[in-house]
């Protein structure tokens, strides 16, 4: 049917000139409305026609919209100008229409582009609100009133979080901004919480109070102004630290600082000044400091700022544990009025509604919790994200103001009319706010084709970065979460017990478990795939579907997954050492262009990458490296060591057990000693620098080749070792004695496809060739033997004394009584099937479920690095030491957590292209150990230094 054209006031229209004001329902508490009653009063007095359709939870009655002049009816396909505050479901948009709403499609948002392609192929006029702007900004929005509510629900959780830390203060008085009529009335309590604090004063065990607002646009501003009904006193970031050291705080008063970038990030180049056009131009640039400077002296977060994932968060989840931990987390309550999940608070994850506003966040836990658990254990959070329709009638009424006299002029229009003849018939910021009209994009707006086309480019070639991971031991977990927190990255978790990888997914992958969108409405998938290493044929087709592979499989295995990953041309990282087999790897992988990155553990890994921080700032100030010894030990924590190895499994038990037996090499006072596997744990040396822990260790490796790798020429001890609690040595030996670690052995009875079933004794008697009556006599035999060799030997009488050894019976019956607590000497006990028959792996299986940690406990990491340095030119010698001691939670392992994060950040950085060098590579050059020691810093992994100065002893 022809629409008639004619003229109203000189415009051309091709409408009915009838305005439809739709019902809110995208939820119970959305009561806003474009235009209230009175601006709906005005439109009809210019003589447009205003059809509401009816609604029993807006906030503004059905029967004052009906005197105000409208037609309440529930069909508006008369209307040809309709407005929303809300989006409008694609199913009930009416073709041949004009829409006004926030429509939230000009950043091209993923989980909004249906509704785009619907407005286009209905030929709808798209007019969005937040794009309605002039020279001065935006002319219609409801931003003020998020500031204004979200500031009242914060003052009311204050109250809350003081009172369950035993404070009852004046803040208990301060309502939900939602149970208040008005903003006035809100208010009038405001001002009595004000005139209370000015006259009575707050408890000083509170103070001082300090509150800490981001950004400085009319949120801010807004949230300012209700903060101005008390005692303020402003002060800069930088006074914020003296200010809450010393008792001299007012606390009749409370202390807001407005923190800026400035206050946020500094330059990565310690010799630069802080420009702001740098920093958004370059955002990569600069690290975060908002975790050191500010948030360690912020009672209160209020979070208005506008943010984006190129630039650094104000506080991750590390970081605030790390606070916790060191108990420099004062914050009590976090006011997201920007409502950001997953944004710069990075423990800020869901958003809340009007109804249920505040939710308690667990720093120890990372744990979002409902407010029927909180006792005070974390801040509150307070994330409502429709802040404004706290107040309702306020906010429309402000948003409507500006509003009405454009919708009379759009009612009036003509929709069919060229583009040329809008922008001379409409005011320029409504022409600036046509996202969309004659079934196209308008020109100012045609960039969102590309912005698509580059998202969907981007997915193709980096938002479906898939990470393989093979093997899904304890320390995948962490790795796996860390690298999801990139939403670029997918994970495919492959390990022959598929069952342990979907539970380390259905730990740490969070949403990504269930492959769905994430909370931004991007694609993001984890999964878990069956996968034996040995079945080249899968792996291989697992590995050209990557786009870097994790290889926590064991060792001596890496070097078969990296040369399959070479001939993919995928890039491999490991947390092992490389070994020669890996290092026969390096032309090929040089010649493919393909990083081999290993060594990005804890030891190998954080211990070398530590080291090598310190020798350049030793070298740096002129000195000369002495002796270096790196100790390390992945333990239960000291209470928890109660069996007869003082040792509990939080990784691969199977690996654990392979450690001791790999041969190692080391410096010592000049001279080299060589020792095979087979004599490992003949030489435990007690470990002394921490008074109250009975500790042993012994070399770990080939620390002689660190000698050439940390440029030790003028040293005379080079010295890797694992620690153990003492004990240790001792039952490890008699296992090896005793025939059943070397992992090369298989028992046929072990087999899972034999239907013979051997108890461990007869392994034992089979592996060993020795009756199990004369089992302790063979033990003793062999520890002679050893002693005997001990004696002989001529490569480790400088280091190592055999006569201190405790005597052979004692031995002896440490050992029996090992084997017997660990159920090996019990014909009751059979050995577990195993797919392989390798008696280590069934050793392995039987451990781990003997050797766990009980749900109380936790392990602990140590490690500790002492250099031994003199400095000439000062004739002073002084003793560098870096330790790292990191309990596990009930939630993640210390060894998981500094095993997995190393390795997860250095997939990351392939992937980003921060490590691209081809071939075998180590973090011992800065340009890699230099972003990882910083992220891991970030994330609360840190190695603490002290020094010790003497003066250098004169030769005689």
Request: glycine fraction near 6%; aromatic fraction near 8%.
């Amino acid at each position: 049917m022809l629409r008639a054209r004619g003229a109203i006031n000189g415009l051309r229209f091709a409408s009915s000139g009838v305005v439809g004001i739709r019902r809110e329902d995208k939820n119970e508490w959305e009561r806003r409305v474009p235009l209230t009653p009175d601006h709906v009063k005005k439109l009809v007095g210019e003589g447009v026609k205003v059809l509401v359709q009816p609604s029993s939870i807006r906030a503004f009655s059905d029967e004052e919209y009906s005197e105000a002049g409208a037609v309440i009816k529930e069909d508006l396909s008369e209307a040809k100008t309709i407005l929303a505050v809300k989006e409008v479901p694609v199913s009930l948009l009416i073709p041949d229409t004009t829409y006004m709403m926030f429509s939230h499609t000009h950043k091209a948002q993923t989980y909004n582009m249906p509704l785009l392609d619907a407005v286009l192929n209905k030929n709808i006029r798209l007019i969005d609100f937040e794009r309605i702007a002039g020279a001065e900004g935006r002319v219609v929005k409801f931003g003020p009133f998020a500031g204004f509510a979200g500031m009242i629900d914060t003052l009311h959780a204050l109250g809350l979080a003081l009172l369950a830390k035993s404070f009852a203060t004046p803040f208990l008085h301060i309502s939900h901004a939602k149970e208040y009529r008005s903003l006035d009335t809100a208010r009038e309590d405001l001002i009595e919480l004000g005139n209370f604090i000015r006259k009575r004063g707050l408890p000083r065990e509170i103070g001082p109070l300090t509150f800490v607002v981001t950004g400085t646009g009319s949120v801010s501003q807004a949230a300012q102004q209700i903060l101005h009904h008390l005692p303020c006193q402003y002060i800069e970031a930088s006074e914020l630290k003296n200010l809450c050291e010393k008792d001299s705080f007012d606390n009749k008063t409370v202390y807001v600082t407005i923190v800026g970038s400035k206050d946020m990030v500094a330059p990565k180049d310690p010799s630069k000044k802080f420009d702001k056009a740098e920093y958004y131009k370059n955002p990569e640039n600069f690290v975060p400091t908002f975790h050191e400077q500010v948030a360690p002296y912020a009672k209160v977060i209020v979070n208005g700022m506008y943010w984006e994932e190129k630039f650094p968060r104000l506080l991750t989840v590390e970081q605030t544990r790390a606070l916790s931990k060191e108990n420099r987390l004062p914050t009590l309550v976090v006011g997201e009025i920007t409502c950001d999940p997953y944004g710069s608070i990075e423990f800020f994850t869901k958003s809340t509604s009007i109804a249920h506003p505040l939710y308690c966040y667990d720093v120890a836990n990372d744990e979002a919790m409902d407010m029927e658990k909180f006792k005070g254990q974390g801040p509150l959070i307070v994330g409502v994200d429709h802040l404004p329709a706290e107040f309702p009638v306020e906010s429309s009424q402000f948003f409507g103001d500006p509003l009405v006299s454009l919708v009379s002029k759009v009612a009036k229009s003509d929709m069919t009319a060229s583009l040329e003849q809008m922008q001379s018939d409409l005011p320029v910021e409504v022409y600036n706010g046509i996202i969309a009209a004659h079934g196209a994009l308008t020109p100012d707006y045609e960039y969102i084709t590309a912005l698509r086309a580059a998202r969907d480019e981007e997915k193709l070639n980096k938002d479906n970065r898939n990470i393989l991971f093979l093997g899904a031991g304890m320390v995948s977990g962490p790795a796996v979460e860390y690298l999801l927190k990139d939403h670029r990255n997918s994970v495919t978790l492959a390990d022959v017990d598929v069952a342990a990888a979907e539970a380390i997914l259905d730990e740490y992958a969070g949403d990504a478990a269930h492959a769905g969108r994430d909370v931004s409405g991007r694609v993001q998938a984890a999964r878990a795939v069956p996968l034996d290493v040995s079945d080249k044929t899968q792996l291989v087709t697992l590995v050209k579907q990557a786009d870097v592979v994790i290889s926590l499989v064991p060792w001596m295995m890496h070097p078969e997954v990296m040369d399959i990953c070479i001939d993919a041309g995928v890039p491999c990282v490991t947390a092992s050492y490389v070994s020669p087999g890996i290092e026969a790897l390096n032309d090929k992988a040089k010649a493919a262009g393909v990083t081999l990155l290993n060594e990005m553990g804890l030891d190998p890994g954080i211990d070398i990458m530590s080291t090598m921080h310190m020798l350049k700032k030793i070298r740096s100030n002129g000195g000369i490296v002495k002796s270096y010894e790196s100790y390390c030990g992945a333990l239960p924590e000291p209470e928890s060591a109660n069996n007869c190895l003082g040792y509990k499994f939080s990784w691969s038990p199977k690996g654990v057990l392979i450690a001791a037996q790999r041969p190692c090499t080391f410096l010592w006072k000049d001279k080299v000693i060589d020792l095979e596997g087979s004599r490992l744990y003949d030489i435990a040396q007690p470990f002394t620098p921490f008074r109250g822990l009975h500790m042993e260790w012994v070399p770990n490796g080939n620390a002689l080749g660190y000698k050439d790798t940390y440029s030790l020429n003028e040293a005379h001890t080079v010295v890797r070792a694992t620690l153990r609690y003492q004990g240790f040595s001792t039952v490890a030996k008699a296992m090896r004695e005793l025939g059943i670690l070397d992992h090369n052995d298989t028992h046929e009875a072990l087999m899972s496809n034999n239907d013979t079933h051997a108890s461990w004794p007869s392994i034992l008697s089979s592996m060993s060739k020795t009756d199990m009556e004369a089992l302790a006599q063979t033990l003793a035999n062999k520890f002679k033997g050893i002693r005997d060799n001990l004696n002989a030997a001529e490569d480790v009488k400088e280091f190592f004394d055999y006569k201190t050894m405790k005597p052979i019976e004692e031995e002896v019956s440490q050992s029996m009584s090992g084997l017997k607590e660990l159920n090996l000497l019990d014909d009751s006990h059979i050995a577990p099937k195993v797919k392989s028959g390798a008696v280590i792996d069934a050793l392995a299986a039987t451990l781990s479920k003997g050797l766990v940690f009980e749900a109380h406990e936790n392990d602990f990491v140590l490690m500790f690095n002492r250099i031994i340095a003199e400095y000439p030119h000062e004739g002073t010698t002084v003793t560098h030491v870096a330790s790292l001691a990191e309990r596990g939670t009930s939630r993640m392992s210390g060894t998981a957590k500094t095993v997995g994060l190393p390795v997860g950040i250095g997939a990351q950085l392939v992937l980003d292209g921060v490590i691209t060098q081809p071939g075998i590579v180590r973090p011992i050059t800065e340009d890699v150990y230099s972003p990882v020691l910083r992220e891991l810093s970030r994330l609360g992994v840190r190695m603490n230094e002290t020094q010790t100065v003497q003066p250098t002893a004169k030769s005689a």
